[in-house]
């Protein structure tokens, strides 16, 4: 069973992974949102910070899939270890506790919250959260590649053919499209 102090813990590292999924869906949705006139302005003037958002917005499907990957990575250890906490508290409805919780926790405080944030204040959430998310993208790359290659052969198993010049990610695109038309 759990002593008193390792819950706390536990605890704490639920917390954290809720943080590091809002972190990377608001970035995701920050940097996708950015206006390119202004930050290419800031770059000209330069701001380093502008400089390492253009440098995203320029590998952005690898961006847009790495940010993806790591709130993925946290969304599902953070249920997953709240359902062995839950298991070991209350027994094997554990895991029914965990899913409740966790939906309510991760749809409220990993995804509407920073993504609302994100969507009104996008130049100013990238600025702050580009330098952060470079290495992400530099080191989830060879991962992404691999899952481009599953994906993609996936698809050829199933007679779907998309060249290479096609993007993985394009319903996102028609999907930010759709984001951009509201405003």
Request: hydrophobic fraction near 50%.
């Amino acid at each position: 069973g759990f002593q008193g102090g390792d819950l706390w813990v536990d605890l704490l590292i639920v917390v954290l992974c809720i943080l590091l999924s809002a972190f990377f869906a608001g970035s995701e949705t920050a940097l996708t949102a950015a206006s390119h006139g202004r930050m290419h302005t800031l770059e000209k003037e330069g701001d380093r910070r502008a400089a390492a958002v253009n440098r995203l917005l320029r590998q952005r499907n690898r961006m847009i899939a790495a940010l993806l990957l790591g709130n993925t990575l946290v969304t599902i250890g953070s249920s997953a270890f709240t359902t062995s906490v839950l298991n070991s508290l209350v027994g094997e409805n554990g895991a029914v506790y965990a899913t409740i919780i966790m939906t309510a926790l991760l749809l409220v405080f990993a995804e509407v919250l920073p993504k609302t944030l994100a969507i009104n204040y996008p130049d100013a959430m990238s600025l702050r959260v580009a330098k952060i998310i470079t290495p992400f993208v530099s080191v989830f790359g060879p991962v992404l590649a691999a899952v481009e290659f599953i994906v993609r052969s996936v698809l050829k198993l199933a007679g779907v053919d998309i060249g290479h010049g096609r993007t993985m990610l394009s319903p996102y695109e028609e999907l930010k499209g759709a984001v951009d038309i509201m405003h």
